[in-house]
Structures are given as C-alpha cells and as structure tokens.
C-alpha cells in the first residue's frame, strides 16, 4: 500500500514547515534553501554576507558561525523569524588549504576549523533542539566532507572537524531516535561552488594537475551540482525519507566507494 500522498508531484511536499539552513547564501547551501522554498518550506537562511544567488525567497539572517555566541543567536533569532522549527540543515563550513603540509596549520586556524566545521554544528542544533522536539516530524541533515583524507595534511584540519561531525551526528542520531527526531549526514564529492572551487584552484596547482584532469579521475567523470545535493537533503528531511536516521549518504559521482 502507498502511504504517500502523491510520490510524483513534489512541489507541496514541504508547505507548512519551517527551516533552518546555516551557510545558505551560496553554494550547496543555497541550492537545499531554493530547493526547500520551491517545494511549499519556509525558509531562514544564515550567512555573515549575502551573495549573487541568495534565494530571495528566504528570509535573511546574518550572522558568524565561527563562534559560540554567533552560533546560538543564529539559533535564536531563526526560531524567532519562523515561530518553531521542523528542520535543520547544519551546512555552513568550508576551508583554507595550507601547503606544503599540516605542519603549516597553525593552532588558530585548528581553532577556527573545528569552530566552523563542528562545533556551529553542535551549537546550533542545541539552541534549536527544543522546538525540534514540539514538531511532529524533524529532521536534521549535516553537511560533512569526502574525499578529504587523500589531500593528505593541506587540510587536516577541516578532515579532523568532519570526521567529529560524522561522529557526533551518529550519536546525536541514536539519542533522538525515541524522540523520532531524524539525523543524517550528507557527504558531497567535487561539487562547483565559490568555496569548493578555490579550494581545489590551490590544490590541484600543488600536485600539477588541471581541475579537468582531477575531475576525470571521478568515476562518473564530472564534478557535482549543488542541486544535486540539495535533491538528497530534500529527499532526507521529507516525509519519503521517514524511516532514515544515522547514515551518512554520499552524492559524490562514486568517488568514495570506487575509488577513496
Ligand atoms: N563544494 C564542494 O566540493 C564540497 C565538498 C565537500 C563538502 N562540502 C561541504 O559543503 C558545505 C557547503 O560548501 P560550499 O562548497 O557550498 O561552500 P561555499 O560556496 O564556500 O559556501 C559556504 C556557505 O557558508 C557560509 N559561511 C562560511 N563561513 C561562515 C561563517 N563563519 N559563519 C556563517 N556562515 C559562513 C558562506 O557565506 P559567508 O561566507 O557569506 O558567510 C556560504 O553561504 C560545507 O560544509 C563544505 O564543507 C563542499
């Protein structure tokens, strides 16, 4: 028997809910709010800027997620611009890459790293845990990294503060399972963002390759869209996705598993 309304049309699956999505100004994070406000959501998105394709549809909240107190007023303020919360999409992260090797990495930026590529993570999800708990249906996506380990010690770092998210989304996962409250991870590959682009531009340079020579190694031969990922997230915090909890799903072209 087919317990879901309509599996073909998708364009109202998300009216009446309300959603949290950190890093939303751009890249990935952009795509999972414009894909969440087509489908009926509404959204708060969260950056320190706004940038050329922001979803207008979204309400806008600046804020810096690099520390405790910018964290928790994100948290705040979006409960506040929404009235509740129904999902959370822990997507703001990002790194710098320190050649030759880790040894380059100094302790502040270890500091900012494990700030903005973790603890945002944690921090926001406890300002809005509570009102994830009044909704009757919540879900949380974490947005983590793969791929990461063969760059080797150019971004130690920020491998370090995704490995953490990984693990304390699987933690935080079985915690909430009773309270049905779902969390999962998102790992993309090589997908073209401003951010994943100039990451690359500066490592691929380090081991002389072309980006088109990197993305040839991919299984399926081309880097990702961040529409793509945001078809995955959407898929997660759905109704479709209700009986998914603790999984890390990979949108990376096959990378991990056939070659990583
Ligand atoms: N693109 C890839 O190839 C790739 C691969 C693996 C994993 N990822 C992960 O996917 C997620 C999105 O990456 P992306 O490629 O879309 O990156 P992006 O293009 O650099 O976008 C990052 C977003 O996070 C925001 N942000 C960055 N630092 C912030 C801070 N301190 N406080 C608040 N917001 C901040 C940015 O806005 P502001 O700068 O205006 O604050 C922007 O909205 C990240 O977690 C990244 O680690 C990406």
Not at 89 to 97: E, I, L, M, P
Not at 113 to 119: A, D, E, I, V, W
Not at 138 to 146: K, P, Y
Not at 205 to 230: C, S, Y
């Amino acid at each position: 028997m087919n317990t879901f309304p309509s599996k073909l049309d998708l364009s109202t699956e998300f009216a009446g809910r309300r959603a949290l999505v950190t890093g939303g100004s751009r890249g990935i994070g952009a795509a999972v709010a414009q894909r969440l406000l087509d489908a009926g959501a509404r959204v708060v998105l969260t950056a320190r800027s706004r940038h050329a394709d922001t979803p207008a549809g979204a309400t806008f909240l600046e804020g810096d997620l690099g520390s405790e107190a910018g964290a928790k007023a994100v948290g705040a303020q979006a409960l506040a611009a929404l009235g509740g919360l129904d999902i959370l999409v822990n997507n703001a992260g990002g790194t710098r890459v320190h050649l030759p090797n880790s040894e380059a990495i100094s302790d502040a930026e270890w500091v900012d790293s494990l700030n903005l590529n973790f603890l945002a993570a944690v921090r926001v999800t406890y300002a809005v845990l509570g009102a994830l708990r009044e909704a009757t249906s919540a879900s949380i996506v974490n947005v983590s990294a793969g791929g990461v380990l063969p760059m080797g010690g150019a971004v130690a770092h920020y491998a370090a503060a995704k490995a953490a998210l990984n693990n304390f989304s699987r933690s935080l996962a079985k915690e909430l399972a009773p309270a049905r409250i779902r969390v999962n991870i998102v790992t993309p590959g090589a997908v073209i963002t401003p951010g994943g682009d100039a990451g690359r531009e500066v490592l691929t340079k380090a081991i002389g390759l072309t980006k088109e020579q990197l993305f040839a190694r991919l299984p399926l031969g081309r880097p990702g869209r961040a529409d793509e990922v945001a078809e995955m997230v959407a898929f997660l915090v759905s109704p479709r996705g209700e009986w998914i909890t603790g999984h890390n799903h990979y949108v990376d072209g096959g990378y991990a598993e056939l070659v990583g």
